[in-house]
């Protein structure tokens, strides 16, 4: 049949995928139900203790202790600046919610951390799996934000849990990518030389690479970090708490002056991790030591 006889007007075959997903996942729901128990008992674990932590210190020793650390590793202008932006978030009656973003950040950061970074260093010193989870990290990272929410939502119903597991693995992908990339652009000579000494591989890895590509991995931290409270923020929509449920309400209730005062702390927040998380890269000595070397060239 030539392309002119062909009918245009057909109607092609549809392929049920949506089907087979609300299939898969109706399956892992009855199987693995005990295993979604145990995950939401741990992350609950994780988060439940930190906001309470978080909320039951008086604001002020929050700024405090961030304005303290933004004092060591940026100076003095950043802990004022720090410390004059979340005494205005603790003015406002947001804190609780604050805190309870923090924690949720910082418990997702970590959990996807604790993921990006091995793999990064697999897929770093394997040529095979790093081609394998190129495709996959693209497919991560191009897929609309919202769209984690759907699977956790099934499968762990409403609450901070699913919010948290969407924003691991949201945040994952940076962190996977800038692992991989620190530990590739170490100096070949430099690995050269350590093997001529006997070393064995995993002495290498350790020794070598890894503290020579610390400044690429914690590039790598402040994007998790990053996009862990950008999602935390999206994960109101299933009513994971804090800062989210906030700016939820305020869309929903065209209520301007919430939703701004939501949006300030949530730029705080971010501010703040962003610098602090940034500036701890370059206290390792082999941040300085390049910085160095670039400055002497």
């Known amino acids: 049949m030539s392309l002119r006889e062909f009918p245009l007007d ?36 994780l988060v439940g203790p930190l906001e309470q932590l978080l909320n039951g210190v008086p604001a002020v020793a929050v700024v405090a202790v961030l304005a303290g650390l933004g004092w060591w590793l940026r100076g003095w202008r950043f802990a004022l600046g720090a410390a004059v932006g979340l005494l205005l978030v603790a003015g ?16 997702a950061s970590l959990l996807a951390l604790l993921l990006a970074i091995p793999l990064g260093v697999f897929v770093a010193e394997n040529k095979r799996a790093s081609a394998l989870a190129r495709p996959v ?19 762990f119903g409403i609450g901070t849990v699913p919010g948290v597991l969407a924003t691991v693995v949201f945040s994952m992908p940076p962190g996977v990518r800038l692992t991989e990339l620190g530990l590739r652009q170490v100096d070949k000579e430099i690995v050269q030389a350590a093997e001529s000494f006997g070393a064995p591989p995993w002495m290498v890895l350790l020794r070598t690479k890894v503290p020579l590509a610390l400044p690429t991995i914690m590039t790598g931290v402040n994007q998790v970090i990053m996009l862990s409270l950008s999602m935390v923020v999206i994960a109101g929509m299933v009513g994971a708490g804090g800062l989210g449920d906030v700016i939820i309400f305020a ?22 991790l962003d610098r602090l998380t940034d500036s701890l890269g370059d206290r390792f000595p082999s941040a300085r030591a390049q910085r160095l070397a670039r400055e002497a060239a």
């Open 92 to 107: 406002m009656p947001y804190w609780e919610e604050t805190m309870s973003t923090l924690a949720q950040v910082l418990v």
């Open 251 to 272: 869309l929903s209730q065209v209520e301007v002056g919430s939703g701004f005062e939501g949006g300030i702390a949530v730029v705080v927040l971010a501010v703040v």
């Open 10 to 45: 057909a109607a092609l075959p549809r392929v049920p995928l949506g089907a087979w997903v609300e299939s898969a996942v109706d399956w892992a729901t009855r199987t693995l139900g005990p295993v979604f128990d145990a995950i939401t008992t741990g992350v609950e674990a």
């Open 137 to 155: 990290l693209d497919f991560m990272q191009t897929m609309p934000a919202f769209v984690y929410l759907i699977p956790a939502l099934f499968f």
